[in-house]
């Protein structure tokens, strides 16, 4: 296997987007005349935050999917439709983008813990369910 066999097997379209985004927000810094030490330190802080964002986001999805559920069920929607209801409204209070993605991220994080926590206590635990590390339970 070559080099380049082994490199492209281990690159994924995730690193692209993440490459994409660390030089779109350097690229935005340099052309803003920030000093290049200084933009590719924002490239690499707005990589962190897309990285920290996107990529809980997208996990949390991928694990919901994982248990059972599908991505058009309520309890999934209910935190994106309450990240842009709150986002609209904060853009419409402050027209502030940065305020309504802060308003957008809270409103997720907040409505995701409490929908987990409502789905965790409506649904309970099965008996013959496997724990989170994959034994079974004994009782």
Known sequence: MTLHDRVRDRLRPWHALMLAVFLAGTGLQLAGGAEPFLA?????????????TVGNVWASAVEY???GG???DAPFLAPFALAVLAAAAAYAA???LAGAASAAFWAFVLALAATSVVVNLVVGYRRDDADADGLQRVE
């Open 70 to 72: 599908a991505w058009s």
């Open 40 to 52: 590719v330190l924002s490239g690499l802080f707005g990589l962190v935050v897309f990285q920290f």
């Open 65 to 67: 999917r994982n248990a």
């Open 94 to 96: 402050t027209r502030s």
